[in-house]
């Protein structure tokens, strides 16, 4: 048998449960976005405490600086988390093809790949929006502030009130946050596992679109269930095309809270829902 022969035969898989799919992906990503919401919760409320204490202290609050502030440690941790989650993807991926290896979470099907330019690739795509993170919950500190002062509050008074109306929303903040990054840097990664999978090994690969059935689950998303393309193919998702769960060309409104799963297979496998 052929190098190419047996590549084929690995990545081939006859017959896919959907719904045991569905709940491989979705293990890895609720662990992973358990651990970015612990980091991001004690990340916003540490932020909040030190901006209400030297408020307090000095009277001084400079948006840029906190916002730069907040950006040294979010934009870090994230990377760091973006670079876990790939590495997990691929690893699941591998071994599900029985093709693991002492190092396989930087392998696609036993062949060496450059990781990092992939990571670096979807973090740089990430930074703006990022960033916007850092904004937001900078300017929700900065108005506080001048409500404070409008009322003629004490710098204590204000302090307090950075702690009070802050903290509360940081806990939902995080929650979001962890939940949309690890899925959409989660799909992407799944995505080019298998477009690489595809380009090395010339294979016809398809991908289907799964949605979650709950009355959380959007409508356009919930239509877009069972949804099958070509890998170079976008799926329609209430009219805007994207070529895969967390695609940022889908803009917020699909991307953000979103638990549909793609589930990737050579052409001549069979799904079964």
Not at 156 to 167: L, M
């Amino acid at each position: 048998m052929s190098f190419a022969q047996k590549q084929f035969r690995d990545i081939r898989r006859g017959r896919i449960s959907a719904l045991k799919e569905v709940r491989r992906q979705q293990r890895i990503r609720n662990n992973l976005e358990r651990q970015l919401f612990k980091r991001l919760t004690s990340l916003f409320r540490k932020f909040a405490r030190t901006k209400a204490y030297l408020y307090q202290e000095f009277g001084v609050y400079d948006l840029n600086t906190a916002i730069q502030d907040l950006n040294e440690e979010l934009l870090p941790t994230l990377s760091q988390h973006y670079r876990k989650v790939f590495r997990a993807v691929y690893k699941s991926a591998n071994e599900l093809h029985d093709r693991g290896t002492k190092d396989d979470d930087v392998f696609v099907m036993g062949k060496s790949i450059d990781f990092e330019a992939v990571v670096t690739s979807y973090y740089t795509g990430r930074t703006l929006v990022l960033t916007g993170i850092s904004q937001r919950l900078a300017n929700r500190v900065n108005k506080i502030i001048i409500q404070g002062r409008e009322d003629n509050l004490t710098l204590s008074q204000i302090s307090k009130n950075i702690s009070e109306k802050v903290n509360p929303i940081t806990r939902n903040r995080a929650a979001t946050i962890a939940r949309t990054e690890t899925h959409n840097a989660a799909s992407f990664a799944n995505h080019s596992y298998y477009q690489t999978v595809q380009t090395d090994l010339g294979m016809s690969m398809v991908k289907k679109w799964v949605s979650t059935s709950d009355l959380r689950t959007r409508s356009a998303h919930s239509s877009a269930n069972g949804q099958t393309r070509s890998m170079d193919e976008d799926f329609l998702i209430g009219g805007t095309p994207m070529g895969y769960a967390g695609d940022s060309k889908g803009g917020a409104k699909n991307v953000v809270n979103c638990r549909c799963v793609i589930i990737y297979a050579d052409e001549q496998d069979i799904v079964l829902e």
